[in-house]
């Protein structure tokens, strides 16, 4: 199939209201450029570098979401330009995407990304720091609009398990939205797992290899 009917069948198969973004690390700016023409807006990468490169050369109505762990002293590459950043996973780097939007004299949409998973390779931050982020962060961190949450849920086939890291993390989202009204994006789900993810609640989910086929 082309890489138009695949968005298409995800896009289909996803109600109204969840966001899809084309997660497009590693592969070609022609593959981004034909989902963009046949009117994808969003598109997620993991990579700094590779980020600022594709950004260069690509239309400048896409918005881009950088969806991997990001190191401090990257950000200042992508402040100017980066339309959401999904891996805010400490306090510390919160404080330099702030830094860096003041320069450009913008605000960064930025999720916290809280770890969900049982495996230790997986970034995040607990929930106690986040809602710590949350209680300051409007005077805080001016320069950036933190509008949510992301979460990865382990890597497994088992099902219960990953409703369960899901569950988890929703039930964090409606407990912030009581008293944070900034709180209106839950970024979870990928390729293996976005159906689950969907239906315990997720309204922005992160598809790669579905639409552009298996990365090598
Ligand atoms: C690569 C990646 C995805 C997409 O993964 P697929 O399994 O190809 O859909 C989603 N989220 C993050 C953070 C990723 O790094």
Redesign the pocket.
């Given at each position: 199939m082309s890489l138009i009917a695949n968005l298409k069948e995800i896009r289909n198969s996803l109600p109204e209201e969840v966001t899809l973004v084309a997660?497009s690390?590693t592969k070609p700016v022609d593959d981004i450029l034909a989902l963009h023409q046949a009117g994808q807006l969003d598109f997620?990468e993991?990579r700094v570098q590779e980020l600022v490169k594709k950004q260069e050369i690509l239309p400048d109505k896409i918005r881009w979401h950088l969806?991997?762990h990001l190191q401090k002293n990257k950000v200042k590459y992508i402040a100017g330009f980066v339309y959401m950043i999904h891996s805010v996973d400490s306090t510390a780097l919160l404080k330099e995407i702030n830094k860096q939007a003041e320069k450009h004299n913008r605000r960064i949409n930025c999720l916290l990304q809280i770890r969900i998973a049982d495996e230790d390779t997986k970034f995040g931050m607990e929930k106690e720091e986040a809602q710590e982020i949350l209680n300051h962060c409007k005077t805080e961190y001016p320069f950036t609009n933190i509008c949510g949450l992301m979460g990865?849920a382990t890597f497994t086939d088992n099902q219960e398990q990953l409703r369960k890291e899901f569950r988890t993390l929703k039930l964090y989202f409606d407990y912030f939205k009581t008293y944070y009204s900034g709180m209106k994006i839950l970024s979870m789900g990928?390729?293996?797992d976005y159906p689950i993810a969907v239906e315990e609640g997720s309204n922005l989910v992160?598809?790669?290899?579905?639409i552009f086929g298996t990365?090598t």
């Open positions: 997660v690390k997620g993991n969806i991997g990865m990928m390729s293996g992160r598809i790669g290899s579905l990365r």
